[in-house]
């Protein structure tokens, strides 16, 4: 099964959850109405709800809440985008200019906390008391995550630990939360439950470190992003623990010297990339990411056979960007 | 009877807001704490909260409850304060340093959100589904205020209406939140609950307008707080509203062209306070607000004479301030 063709199985859910996405932003202020479809209208790929949607169908859910419920992780999710852009300063988000920098930063912090509050509105009509919890924890962490990753911003002494420890924070556990969720629904074992949230949570891990390698290592003409993003934020993640574990002691000092700069240029990612390549930087880090996947994909064994586990498996492998 | 006596007559309930409201904030990263703690210690008079009590305890119910959603408010009370203060591009505090300039807005935004989040968790902990319908209901309103009020930033046509929705929205709502949620946990009718509600938001618009009037004609001396910051921010607030309707066409003028400008000065402000004088702007004022406060008090007849209800009108009545 083909990532498509998984999507095309619960077409029309996530047809309901685009439309539910837009009808119920419905604030008094049209300016955050605006702020928030051009959001969402910018070509998110919704692949937490997709998780969510088919770990439900496949556990054996098939009623509405998934779809709303759905609606608030795409909220609390689109309130962290920007928030984070606001941090990052970033000026562009999926090709589009950011809403910080199409509406200001005073507009973009208070259309995320609008969010938030309407992703819980939302959560307390539709969510009992274990899928609330989880909901406003998975938030909390969330921005923790965020805040750890600042500290960490240019350390170069940053560890394994830390750096798993922050994506799991920053982006596994909403996916974690969305795949249990799933399972909930369906009313299944808290065994079960804790399958779920495992796949989506190694999964997740997956993701932002696919994210991490290409933001080093990609090529725009495949990604569409320009390589060089984090290194500019002085964003320490897989690529550079690995290549700073393997360098020897001079090139260990260039890359910290590098980090401690305020300004990092073309010069430095050209020169941390050609390093990259000769300790094998990215096969070694798509190894790392390979294993999660396959974790992930080893927690569906807990579950019978169905379309809906295929697809699962499917959409999981299409996620991760690899070169071999 | 004295707002101090008020205070003193839920000493022991507050004493336990204060606790649990450090104790609740448990963050494993130590930063968040700190900054959260920083907040929470700086003097808040924790209003709401003491409203939140006397309004429950006045209503019958004397459980646990209005203590710990209480601590849910303070918590909505205290991101929206990080997140203002950013947008504001605030220095100072009730005389400290701000958190956003102590540790920088993108620490202030996450630890904005963190406190949201957190607040949410002890809501679904602690408020049945009305409870949590309202208050995160009450949350969105606030950013939605917050929107409203950015974009009448230095609009001299602001009507009456505009700033009425603003105050209400900003700030009375979750006055009127506090004071209703004291009705719920007591369990009484929707009439008395709306009862408490009307009685929070005029209390709220009326603490708001004090607040208003102090910044553009309050002494430093008697208040604390520097005079003029209103002003520079370019918010028309309830004396310049007034000051409009009053002032000669030439005077609009130069009232206009202050506005207009991108910076406003102390000689900005002497000239708008004189004309203030001249047109009795304070008067004026104050006479709309102690309308509100008269409202408010006037919903306490719909219950019971008890130390209570007694508590909460010297309390309203010691929120405003005014010269005669």
Redesign the interface.
């Known amino acids: 099964m083909t990532a498509d063709n998984a999507l095309e199985l619960i077409r029309e859910d996530l047809d309901k959850v685009e439309k539910a996405l837009l009808e119920n932003i419905g604030?008094?202020?049209p300016?955050?109405n605006e702020v928030v479809s051009y959001l969402l209208s910018s070509g998110g790929k919704r692949l937490r709800p997709a998780f969510m949607i088919l770990s439900s169908r496949m556990c054996g859910y098939s009623g509405e809440k998934a779809v709303m419920l759905s609606v608030v992780i795409e909220y609390i999710h689109t309130?962290?985008l920007l928030?984070d852009d606001?941090?990052d300063g970033a000026k562009y988000r999926r090709g589009m200019p950011s809403a910080n920098g199409v509406y200001g930063?005073?507009?973009a912090?208070?259309?995320?906390?609008?969010l938030?509050?309407?992703g819980?509105?939302t959560?307390?009509?539709w969510g009992d008391?274990a899928i609330?919890?989880l909901l406003?924890?998975t938030?909390?962490i969330?921005?923790?995550g965020?805040?750890?990753q600042?500290?960490k911003t240019a350390d170069i002494n940053i560890t394994m630990e830390d750096y798993l420890r922050i994506i799991e924070s920053k982006t596994a556990v909403l996916f974690s939360s969305a795949c249990e969720i799933g399972a909930r629904l369906a009313g299944l074992s808290e065994d079960k439950c804790a399958s779920m949230a495992s796949f989506g949570r190694d999964l997740g891990l997956a993701f932002q470190m696919s994210d991490d390698i290409l933001d080093y290592l990609g090529q725009r003409e495949k990604t569409g992003k320009a390589p060089g993003t984090d290194l500019k934020e002085g964003k320490l993640t897989l690529p550079v623990i690995l290549l700073v574990k393997e360098a020897a002691e001079e090139e260990k000092k260039s890359i910290s010297r590098i980090f401690t700069n305020d300004a990092r240029d073309e010069a430095d990612l050209k020169y941390i990339v050609g390093l990259m390549e000769k300790y094998s930087v990215r096969e070694k880090s798509e190894d790392i990411m390979l294993d999660y996947i396959s974790g992930a994909l080893s927690r569906l064994d807990d579950f019978p056979r169905s379309e809906y586990r295929d697809a699962m498996a499917a959409l999981a492998k299409a996620m991760i960007h690899r070169q071999k």
Chains 1, 2 share one sequence.
Do not use: P, W
Not at 109 to 114: A, H, N, P, R
């Open positions: 604030s008094g202020v300016l955050i309130a962290t928030h606001i941090i930063n005073d507009i912090v208070l259309c995320g906390d609008f938030y509050s309407r819980y509105i959560l307390t009509e008391k609330q919890r406003s924890s938030a909390m969330m921005s923790e965020e805040v750890v600042l500290l």
